[in-house]
């Protein structure tokens, strides 16, 4: 009787994810490569503004955002180190995350993600999950007061071991989301 | 007791209670070391002690923690922050989490045409504009594009991004976990800025204990606190001194009743002989405290020293009368002598009482008030206390030994001569490296706690306590303008790797020409809002959106110019002031600078500028140099006056060569025992060869006291022998101190009162062809 109860609990919800599962099935990955497209939806702007570019990651920390159109730019965070690039400005600097601590908490909620690592997620956001394995999503809400004066809510939502979709809900009121398409390895 | 005792009695009471009152009401004792220093006679001086009072610098308390996982060390140093802010001591404290929504920012945001180095007037030209928005339309679609569009409507031309780059140069610490860490990982970082003043040690030690405390309420397992700066040094130094000097003076006061009691047998005696160095040292302190505005904590710490040979001059008198004679009769006797003993000290202190130098006329009127009613207290009070000396056992009888001990001295006349002239040669060859004119010595901090620093102040990135460069001028304007041509050099010299970073007070407050130029550089409110129309036509950014940049741009138009003011209150308002001040008629603007590599490159630099760099190492050297040399002529004064006197009072010249050359020559082969034993002099070697001199000088004048048979000849020697034995005792003991400070004292002192109770023995005549002295 108990045993059929059980079992009928795990057919009503066969896939449902948490937080910790999901996670442990990210830290799998040990590479990944996508393109990205993000678009940023603001009433100050006459048409969304639209980045194209590609998106990488390599275990354990180094996250690389570079920006191929409308202007190349690169944003590449590893360890602690944040370097943004500046190809057609002419322009590189280099920074410690600890310089800018706001920037950085935004890119770790990515970083982490691909990484699978919540501990560091959680210092930064509160981490809800929901859906699938197949289909889950990754609620983040801001923890420090440093990242909350600019952003409301992340949300990144993926299949299986691939991430789909960041969406950050700015607290200026602009949307961002940025869609991707990771390469199958 | 006669009336007279009765007298004498009374009033000694009532002076004892009218200084006490006055100590209680009036004492105020400062730990400020600047107060004790001359008074600065060079502006690079004045800027020396402007920094050790309460600089910017001095005031960080830079704090490690290690020992632990990474992330149990983040959250430790996120709650020790929290505490510490909390506390109320601190003006600041930052472990790399705290950076951001400082309430500055909020400040800097609102003044950023005013600070901003690229308000020019082109940049409001309708092409400016245009640039501008561009490069804010193309930072949107970076990375930073949250950041940028939170100040978009107000700040569309980016100034606060010109301001901001300008205060964070990027070399802080790396983060993990959301806090400051050092490279390898290993260490939490943080640093927090005390409120208090440098100086104020009790504060220092205040702060530190807070931060001891509020680590300990947290402390998570095994780590560990790691603490260092100006502040910190200076209490854990006083708290070792402190604990160091108790335990020592507890062994020493041990020995010295010890050796007392076994000379008198009798608890009566003993007490009465330590009410002349009591009296002396309330009378003493009261003195000091009744003539200066504050009694310096240096002084009161030394002071005991200066007056240690009053505990000698009831062993002369108490030991000099026969069980059951009146002590009256016994002063008879010995009056002449003691007040010689007495007079002589008043004498070398007069000169340093008179000194222009707080510090040392505090030790002078010290000296002076302190010896006087010691000696008073012994020849008047003690007699009229004590009338008789009791009946006590026989003291154990030690006649024949001390004779045979003196007859053995008297031998070394000749030896001790020769060795004087080979002191005397070894001081004049080593004279050029007899002083240590190093400030720090005299607070010297061991080696690893220097280590600790140089690793802590690396890792944080917080400015050298070496080197400053100042601009100068007559007023706050032209020094904040020379500020700004230095901000403009300065550079370049870090990216030729002379120094790490900079920082400079005209980055928060500009010049007023500075901030006039970038004012008149704004356009009227129409003027602007159609250019900027003319500009938003070819960008992406909808027209109408950029109201509160005009409304700003207006408020700074009509607004004030930011002055001291304006950070009030602030963390930033206490930088400005410890960079930015006056000193007499001149006003002086400091650049803080770390990771200093190249200083002679810096130096040319500066002063190709019309700046200076300075070397406050160099500084603090010239000024402990000027300190000793006035402190060495007060003392060649002293000794002078000395000599007056005892020429005066024993009517021979001869004679008074014979007193004061056995204590000059002690005083020569302890300067030259510690130049064999590789040590420099310091200051506090001064203080010590004061006090041989003084004790010296009783010796040299009992030896050559003239004896009316060999029982009183016996009690002097005893005498003598008890007071060598007790100054043996209490400065041997300090001697035995870890504490270079303590150390080196007890040594000198216990070295030269050895040396001079030798030699006086050794050059005193033989008693039956000397002359009758007064």
């Known amino acids: 009787m108990l045993l059929a109860a059980t079992a009928m609990r795990s057919v009503a919800a066969p896939q449902e994810i948490d937080a910790q599962e999901l996670m442990r099935m990210l830290a799998g990955v040990e590479s990944a490569t996508a393109s990205f497209v993000e678009t940023r939806y603001s009433p100050l702007l006459k048409s969304p503004l639209v980045t194209r570019g590609v998106l990488s990651y390599r275990r354990p920390d180094l996250l690389e955002k570079h920006v191929e159109f409308p202007s190349d730019e690169r944003m590449v965070l590893e360890g602690d180190r944040l370097t943004m690039e500046s190809a057609s400005a002419n322009r590189r600097l280099t920074t410690r995350v600890g310089a800018a601590p706001d920037i950085a908490s935004l890119i770790e909620s990515v970083r982490a993600t691909r990484a699978g690592d919540l501990a560091a997620l959680e210092r930064y956001f509160k981490v809800g999950a929901d859906g699938t394995r197949d289909n889950w999503r990754l609620l983040l809400t801001p923890l420090t007061p440093a990242l909350g004066k600019y952003v409301r809510s992340v949300e990144i939502s993926g299949s299986g071991v691939r991430m789909q979709r960041i969406e950050v809900q700015e607290a200026s009121g602009d949307r961002t989301v940025t869609e991707i398409e990771e390469q199958p390895r | ?774």
């Open chain 2, 1 to 774: 007791m006669t009336r007279g005792a009765r007298i004498i009695i009374v009033l000694w009471l009532v002076t004892l209670a009218a200084c006490g009152v006055s100590l209680y009401r009036n004492l105020s004792v400062t730990t400020d070391l600047t107060a004790f220093l001359p008074p600065s006679v060079t502006p690079n001086q004045r800027i020396l002690l402007g920094q050790l009072r309460d600089g910017a610098a001095s005031r960080l308390v830079l704090i490690g923690l290690e020992g632990a996982p990474g992330d149990v060390l983040a959250r430790t140093s996120t709650e020790l922050a929290r505490r510490l802010t909390a506390s109320g001591l601190f003006a600041y404290v930052d472990n790399g989490a705290t950076a951001a929504g400082r309430p500055e920012e909020a400040l800097l945001f609102e003044h950023r045409y005013l600070l901003s180095p690229a308000v020019v007037p082109e940049r409001f030209s309708t092409e400016g504009l245009k640039a501008a928005l561009a490069e804010t339309y193309r930072l949107l679609g970076s990375s930073a594009g949250v950041l940028v569009r939170a100040t978009l409507p107000s700040d569309p031309t980016g100034e606060m991004r010109q301001v901001l780059a300008r205060l964070a140069p990027g070399t802080g610490p790396d983060t993990k976990h959301g806090v400051w860490f050092s490279r390898d990982g290993r260490r939490a970082l943080l640093v927090a800025q005390t409120r208090a003043p440098a100086f104020d040690a009790d504060a220092q030690r205040r702060a530190v204990k807070t931060i001891d405390d509020a680590y300990d309420a947290v402390r998570p397992g095994a780590s560990r606190l790691l603490l260092s700066g100006p502040g910190v040094f200076a209490s854990r130094i006083r708290d070792t001194v402190e604990s160091e000097a108790t335990r020592l003076t507890a062994l020493g006061v041990a020995l010295v009743l010890a050796i007392l009691y076994a000379a008198y047998r009798s608890i009566a005696l003993l007490g009465a002989s330590l009410l002349p160095v009591a009296t002396g040292l309330v009378v003493g302190v009261a003195a000091v405290a009744f003539g200066f505005d504050k009694v310096h904590g240096i002084t009161l710490g030394f002071g005991v020293t200066l007056i240690g040979e009053a505990i000698d001059y009831p062993s002369y008198l108490l030991i000099q009368a026969r069980p059951g004679e009146p002590l009256a009769d016994a002063l008879a006797r010995i009056g002449p002598t003691l007040n010689l003993a007495i007079l002589t000290t008043v004498f070398g202190a007069l000169a340093m009482a008179l000194s222009s130098f707080e510090g040392l006329a505090q030790f002078g009127v010290l000296t002076i008030a302190g010896v006087a009613a010691a000696g008073v207290t012994t020849r008047w009070v003690l007699p009229a206390l004590l009338r008789t000396r009791p009946a006590s056992p026989r003291p154990p009888d030690t006649q024949v030994l001390l004779n045979r001990a003196e007859g053995a001295a008297r031998h070394l006349k000749w030896a001790a001569a020769a060795l004087t002239v080979a002191a005397l040669g070894l001081i004049a060859w080593k004279h050029g490296q007899l002083w240590d004119d190093d400030l720090s010595s005299l607070t010297p901090v061991s080696e690893s706690a220097k280590q600790l620093d140089r690793s802590l102040r690396e890792a944080i990135g917080a400015p050298s306590l070496r080197y400053l460069l100042v601009a100068r001028g007559t007023s706050r304007e032209a020094a904040l303008q020379g500020s700004e041509s230095a901000a403009a050099w300065l550079p370049d010299a870090v990216r030729k790797g002379w120094l790490v970073g900079f920082d400079v007070p005209s980055n928060y407050l500009p010049s007023e020409k500075t901030q006039e130029f970038r004012r008149a550089a704004l356009p009227e409110r129409a003027v602007l809002a159609s250019r900027l129309d003319t500009a938003l036509a070819d960008t992406q950014f909808r027209a109408g959106s950029f109201t509160p940049f005009l409304d700003a741009v207006d408020r700074t138009r009509s607004g004030p110019l930011i002055d001291v003011r304006t950070y009030e209150g602030t963390a930033l308002g206490l930088k400005i002031n410890s960079l930015l001040f006056r000193s007499e008629d001149e006003w002086s603007a400091l650049a803080t600078l770390n990771g200093v590599n190249a200083p002679a490159e810096l130096a040319r630099e500066a002063s190709a500028h019309g700046q200076a760099l300075i070397d406050l190492k160099e500084e603090s050297n010239k000024l402990v140099n000027a300190y000793k040399n006035q402190a060495l002529a007060y003392v060649a004064l002293g000794l002078a006056c000395i000599a007056g006197l005892l020429v005066a009072a024993l009517r021979s010249a001869t004679l008074a060569l014979k007193v004061i050359a056995p204590v000059l020559a002690a005083v020569a082969l302890d300067v030259a025992v510690l130049v064999l034993l590789g040590k420099r002099l310091s200051l506090f070697n001064l203080v010590a060869l004061l006090l041989v001199v003084g004790v010296g000088l009783n010796y040299a004048l009992f030896f050559a006291r003239r004896h009316a048979d060999e029982g009183e000849r016996a009690r002097t020697l005893l005498s003598l022998a008890v007071c060598a034995g007790t100054t043996l005792s209490a400065f041997g003991s300090l001697a035995l101190s870890r504490t270079p400070v303590l150390h080196e004292i007890g040594f000198t002192v216990a070295l030269g009162a050895a040396l001079s109770l030798v030699l006086a023995a050794a050059f005193a005549a033989r008693p039956e062809r000397r002359p009758p002295p007064v």
